[in-house]
């Protein structure tokens, strides 16, 4: 069964269509990154995958449950990573893991198990007591990514996480969150635009003025549509859409 | 059942634990009525006679008469401040945060409303503590009777806040708030001089303060901290609530706010 299912998905502000017709899968263990221009509809798109919007028309499934019909099935299995940091920067990295764990109705006991794993995981074992706000970027990155697999879901969100990185903590970034996919069967969409986070075996998925232009595997996409990455990109975006 | 109380009990912790890490937040609060009471209060005492009204007595000083109604004002400050940041928070803060939990909207948005009330009830209790070392001391048991009084008083503003913030996108910023909600509700109310004072000035004057539900949430708490019971007030305060609060879920749709930005 696959992680994430997204069919024919339209969203509208107004006159203004800002997705249309998007319908793309997402198996478990897959890396998927989502690349797009500015207003080609991605933030939309994550707007109704975390339910921050609701639906119009078409469906999202994750973990095979409808965010139309059973929502909070649905969000159970998805963990996000937003593009600005939402922790609260007073509280220590543990009092922030614990609210979100009480987010998702985890008892104390299992909070502190799945904190203790996930700190670990994530080498900030030693940090849990201090404030988010001493943290660097890349530490501040990393527990998001703990606090959004406390309560280990099947799909991992990640909205442009790489954004005020330095170089090494964006590759480290990268690297970890493809060993929880092949470890942990976890699914990973990953909006960017930066083109260098690819991967060749990665699905990839083009958005460009709300509609899906592109999905595959990088490597024969790039090769369909020019040779590399760059120069398909730039082909499947620069193109008007048909309507 | 236990994760809806685990779920409660985690945005009360985080609640505290923001209100104990910004003490400065907590002591400008405390501020402004404390101006109120030491500095407009003394001055206005000698203009403003104090006829014997229930819930008193006796005659009272004017600082007696004037605490209900600032402790009521801290409320209302919070209660608006609290919204307009959870409006503000919802394309990009925290409240993302708390809309991807699994757990039902409104239980998530009622305990939001419900924490930030107890906190603020830490912020009155203080003001309340002070005021008594000045020498405004209302019964002991009386302080106890207000706890519910005030709480509910907290609930009704904070849903009002959350309903008027997704209603209206110009409340966006606080100025705004501050002259089209937060003067109007407080000036037109007992809270600075009872109703009848009111009403040898204007009777419209007057009849927009007996309808404003703030005058109601200040004699609700004057009252309870006199050992008093206000049944017309604690009806328009609890209907008022289940009404605010009702409204304020139904409308609270961050997609709208989005919509009508693009429309």
């Known amino acids: 069964m696959n992680t994430l299912e997204v069919s024919e998905l339209s969203f509208a502000y107004g006159a203004r269509q800002a997705l249309s017709q998007v319908s793309f899968n997402l198996g478990p263990g897959r890396f998927a990154a989502l690349l797009g221009p500015n207003g080609a509809g991605k933030s939309t798109l994550i707007a109704l995958l975390t339910r921050l919007y609701d639906l119009q028309r078409g469906d999202i499934r994750v973990g095979g449950h409808s965010l139309r019909s059973a929502p909070r099935s649905a969000l159970r299995q998805l963990g996000v990573v937003f593009q600005q940091s939402t922790l609260d920067l007073d509280l220590s990295v543990e009092q922030n893991l614990r609210y979100h764990a009480a987010l998702h109705g985890l008892s104390r006991r299992q909070s502190t198990i799945r904190i203790d794993a996930e700190l670990n995981r994530q080498a900030l074992t030693e940090r849990r007591r201090e404030r988010v706000r001493e943290l660097n970027g890349g530490h501040r990155r990393r527990v998001e990514i703990a606090r959004a697999l406390l309560h280990e879901p099947r799909l991992l969100l990640l909205d442009e996480a790489s954004v005020g990185l330095d170089p090494a903590s964006r590759l480290a970034l990268n690297q970890h969150l493809r060993s929880l996919c092949r470890e942990q069967r976890i699914s990973v969409l990953w909006t960017t635009h930066l083109l260098d986070e690819v991967q060749p075996s990665d699905d990839l998925l083009i958005l460009h003025q709300g509609r899906l232009v592109a999905s595959g595997q990088a490597d024969a996409l790039s090769q369909e549509h020019g040779g590399d990455l760059g120069s398909a990109f730039s082909r499947l975006t620069t193109a008007g859409v048909r309507p | ?263």
């Not at chain 2, 005659?59 to 209302?76: F, H």
């Not at chain 2, 998530?108 to 924490?115: E, F, H, I, T, V």
């Not at chain 2, 009702?246 to 919509?259: C, E, I, R, S, Y």
């Open chain 2, 1 to 263: 059942m236990n994760a809806y109380w685990q779920c409660f009990s985690g945005i009360v912790l985080r609640e505290w634990l923001r209100f104990v890490l910004q003490r400065t937040r907590f002591l400008s609060a405390l501020v402004r009525p404390l101006l109120w009471l030491l500095v407009f209060a003394a001055g206005f005492r000698a203009a403003l006679g104090i006829a014997i009204i229930e819930p008193y007595d006796t005659y009272i000083p004017y600082e007696v008469y004037i605490i209900p109604g600032l402790a009521c004002m801290i409320l209302l400050f919070n209660g608006m401040q609290g919204s307009l940041s959870m409006v503000y928070d919802r394309e990009m803060g925290s409240m993302r945060v708390l809309l991807t939990s699994p757990l039902p909207r409104t239980f998530l948005l009622c305990s939001k409303l419900l924490a930030t009330s107890l906190i603020s009830l830490l912020q009155v209790y203080a003001f309340l503590a002070i005021a008594w070392a000045y020498g405004v001391q209302p019964p002991a048991l009386g302080l106890l009777i207000a706890l519910p009084a005030l709480l509910l008083v907290a609930l009704m503003l904070s849903a009002l806040g959350l309903l008027l913030s997704n209603a209206i996108r110009q409340l966006e910023n606080f100025a705004g708030v501050m002259n089209f909600v937060i003067f109007p509700l407080f000036f037109l109310s007992s809270a600075l001089y009872p109703l009848w004072k009111m009403r040898e000035a204007s009777e419209w004057l007057y009849g927009l303060c007996a309808l404003n539900p703030f005058t109601h949430a200040v004699e609700l708490v004057r009252f309870a901290l006199y050992e008093r019971f206000n049944p017309l007030a604690l009806a328009v305060c609890i209907g008022l609530t289940l009404l605010f609060a009702l409204l304020a879920v139904l409308t609270f749709n961050p997609q709208h706010a989005a919509l009508r930005k693009a429309g």
